[in-house]
């Protein structure tokens, strides 16, 4: 007991553990917090990722990608082809709009709405949008049934004739959307209900994910 005293003190004071004062218990302390956050946040998200969306193209057989935020949106990083004769290609580091893509749209839902708004208005006067999103107030539903149903998809749109697509977000330990997980396909030939086996996976997929990147379910993920 004397020693295991002399060691509990040292770690209290480098921060390791802490001792509650109403019931003497010890919990793990703000050091050993921070510890376990640096290493959270030195996951290589996109390796990660990668396999993850390796695991998803096995159990749907669709192309699965990968994109990440950038200044002006997102980026497609990684994909995966499907193992069937007739695929949609994604090619690596194409730029994506905000309004017109799956992952668009779910980075849209979820970064902060500063983050977004310049692009959403810029977007709303330059791009040849379909009509029930010509203003604001349009976008504004849109994204709101986003983060009801917990993804967004984009089926038929007139630029991209013949592909539809639905995205999923990934969270990370600070409850922030890192990455959009998408499922891409050939329209009908591709499930989109939101019900349906192909969108559940994506869902699931992408909550693994997020709770291998650290995400505790907080205000990111509502």
Same mark, same amino acid.
């Given at each position: 007991?004397?020693?295991?005293?002399?060691?509990?003190?040292?770690?209290?004071?480098?921060?390791?553990?802490?001792?509650?004062?109403?019931?003497?218990?010890?919990?793990?302390?703000? !050091?050993?917090?921070?510890?376990?956050?640096?290493?959270?946040?030195?996951?290589?998200?996109?390796?990660?990722?990668?396999?993850?969306?390796?695991?998803?193209?096995?159990?749907?057989?669709?192309?699965?990608?990968?994109?990440?935020?950038?200044?002006?949106?997102?980026?497609?990083?990684?994909?995966?082809? =499907?193992?069937? =004769?007739?695929? +949609?290609?994604?090619?690596?580091?194409?730029?994506?709009?905000?309004?017109?893509?799956?992952?668009?749209?779910? !980075?849209?839902?979820?970064?902060?709405?500063?983050?977004?708004?310049?692009?959403?208005? $810029?977007?709303?006067?330059?791009?040849?949008?379909? =009509?029930?999103?010509?203003?604001?107030?349009? +976008?504004?539903?849109?994204?709101?049934?986003?983060? $009801?149903?917990?993804?967004?998809?984009?089926?038929?749109?007139?630029?991209? =004739?013949?592909?539809?697509?639905?995205?999923?977000?990934?969270?990370?330990?600070?409850?922030?959307?890192?990455?959009?997980?998408?499922?891409?396909?050939?329209?009908?030939? !591709?499930?989109?209900?939101?019900?349906?086996?192909? +969108?559940?996976?994506?869902? $699931?997929?992408?909550?693994?994910?997020?709770?291998?990147?650290?995400?505790?379910?907080?205000?990111?993920?509502?």
């Amino acid at each position: 007991p004397s020693k295991a005293h002399r060691y509990l003190v040292s770690l209290i004071r480098s921060g390791l553990v802490e001792q509650d004062p109403l019931t003497s218990r010890y919990n793990l302390g703000p !050091f050993a917090l921070n510890i376990g956050l640096v290493a959270i946040d030195r996951l290589d998200r996109i390796r990660l990722g990668l396999a993850a969306i390796s695991e998803l193209r096995d159990e749907i057989n669709e192309t699965t990608a990968l994109a990440v935020w950038s200044d002006n949106g997102p980026v497609i990083v990684r994909w995966e082809r =499907p193992r069937r =004769p007739i695929t +949609v290609n994604v090619v690596t580091g194409t730029a994506l709009d905000l309004l017109t893509s799956a992952s668009g749209r779910v !980075f849209a839902a979820w970064l902060p709405r500063e983050t977004v708004a310049p692009i959403i208005e $810029r977007e709303l006067k330059s791009l040849d949008l379909p =009509p029930d999103l010509s203003s604001r107030a349009d +976008v504004d539903a849109l994204l709101a049934g986003i983060r $009801r149903n917990g993804v967004a998809s984009v089926s038929g749109y007139h630029l991209v =004739p013949g592909v539809e697509a639905v995205a999923a977000p990934v969270f990370n330990f600070k409850n922030e959307i890192t990455i959009a997980m998408l499922v891409v396909g050939v329209q009908g030939m !591709f499930d989109m209900r939101l019900d349906g086996p192909v +969108v559940a996976a994506l869902r $699931r997929a992408a909550a693994d994910l997020s709770l291998r990147l650290g995400y505790t379910g907080g205000d990111g993920g509502a």
